[in-house]
Structures are given as C-alpha cells and as structure tokens.
C-alpha cells in the first residue's frame, strides 16, 4: 500500500495513517492537566496542621508569627495584630499553667 491510498483498517475512519492536530491539541491538554494536579498535589502537601497533645509543650521555631492571648483583669482576650514570637520560646498546654481563683 503507498502513502497516496486510504487505510482499510476501521480505526482509521478512511483516513491516511497520521496524527490528526485534534488528537496532537488533546494529548497537550492532558500532559499540562497533570503537571497542574501533581504541581497542586505537591503544594498542597507540604502544609500540614499537627495538634500538640496535652502532655506535651512545643518550643518555637524561626519566623513564628500570629495572634496571641493577653491577660487582663476580665481575663484572657485575644490581641487584634499579629505578633513575631521569639524563637525558642516555650508554648504549654492550658494545664501547665495556674489559674488563679
């Protein structure tokens, strides 16, 4: 068979034996939608939230930023800014800590 004659096989629909632009546009599309869904899954992963259990305190690392409790007379009220905390500052469960009555 040359190149000039159409294909007999039915997956070819009667078309010669190339790659169609449509196909070619649709393989693109599914390699980029992977590189995104790896890239998110990837992004995504590295953020994880971890809770401390009661029976152990947490010592801070570098860049330790947020909202922090103050103590007042009507008792603790969160602040309205963030605030940069020290690295190596200790942070304890409740239970650590005395009220008082």
């Avoid at 998110?40 to 409790?69: D, M, Q, W």
């Avoid at 969160?78 to 020290?86: A, C, E, K, T, Y």
């Amino acid at each position: 068979m040359t190149c000039s004659e159409r294909s007999s096989c039915p997956c070819s629909n009667g078309q010669p034996a190339s790659f169609p632009g449509e196909v070619r546009a649709l393989t693109l599309l599914f390699v980029l939608m992977c590189f995104v869904a790896l890239a998110l899954a990837f992004a995504t992963g590295c953020t994880r939230t971890v809770l401390v259990s009661e029976a152990s305190p947490i010592r801070t690392g570098p860049c330790v930023k947020g909202k922090v409790y103050v103590k007042t007379a009507d008792g603790w009220q969160l602040g309205d800014n963030d605030v940069r905390i020290p690295e190596g500052w200790y942070c304890v469960p409740p239970s650590y800590v005395e009220e008082e009555r």
